[in-house]
């Protein structure tokens, strides 16, 4: 969840061929995830993420968008529109906005030299500068705690472990539970090359997993 090098333009001219210096930029590269979320079965909704490079940055921009519908009517609404900003690993901002059916949360976080400043609906502060959001999809967040909660900026003291396969996750990925050992519990999986390419949750009582459907170029190389 490969990105091209760098271009490196060569030009000849005229009949004596001369090779003109070597050209470079750093092109913006980028990669993409887009997951079908489903609830006991049932498709609810997308969850997509795009991460990109420019120089040093990295950022990545996440969207959710959930609906349970009964009889065709929603009887539940989940979005979550969120963007992270990262230089050299470290996470350097973060803005989100999420609404919970009708209950409005956000999250801010901004760098302040080695710690984070926290803005959120639930928890407004400072935080341990190695803090990581709730998006998943940098799989070296796995060996980081605690968590700030994207849809509210909650700090979540979170401890990660390596399980045995789940039976609805996918052959040959490798499976992690990242639980605060309160309200908090997500079973997340990467494939061979370290992508993130799902996880599962309870969904008021119901399992709700997120299925790869469709994704470019790979993660893990701005996942450092």
């Not at 959930?66 to 009887?75: C, N, S």
């Not at 060996?143 to 849809?151: E, F, G, Y």
Request: with cysteine.
């Amino acid at each position: 969840m490969t990105y091209s090098p760098n271009r490196r333009a060569f030009v000849t001219v005229g009949a004596a061929s001369v090779l003109a210096p070597a050209v470079s930029w750093a092109a913006p590269q980028s990669a993409t995830r887009s997951f079908r979320v489903t609830r006991g079965g049932s498709d609810i909704g997308r969850h997509s993420v795009t991460v990109s490079r420019d120089g040093e940055t990295v950022r990545a921009q996440t969207d959710i968008d959930i609906a349970v519908k009964f009889l065709g009517i929603t009887a539940y609404r989940y979005e979550l529109a969120y963007t992270e900003v990262y230089q050299n690993g470290q996470l350097q901002s973060f803005d989100a906005i999420a609404n919970d059916d009708g209950d409005r949360g956000y999250a801010k976080a901004i760098r302040q030299g080695g710690m984070l400043e926290i803005d959120g609906s639930k928890y407004s502060g400072p935080v341990t500068g190695a803090a990581v959001p709730t998006s998943y999809w940098r799989k070296p967040a796995l060996n980081t705690t605690p968590w700030i909660s994207a849809q509210s900026g909650e700090i979540l003291p979170v401890n990660t472990t390596e399980m045995q396969a789940l039976p609805h996750s996918p052959a040959g990925a490798r499976v992690w539970r990242a639980t605060d050992n309160r309200g908090y519990t997500v079973d997340i999986w990467y494939d061979a090359a370290g992508d993130w390419s799902g996880c599962s949750f309870d969904a008021q009582g119901e399992l709700g997993i997120y299925t790869l459907d469709a994704g470019s170029g790979s993660l893990t190389g701005f996942a450092v």
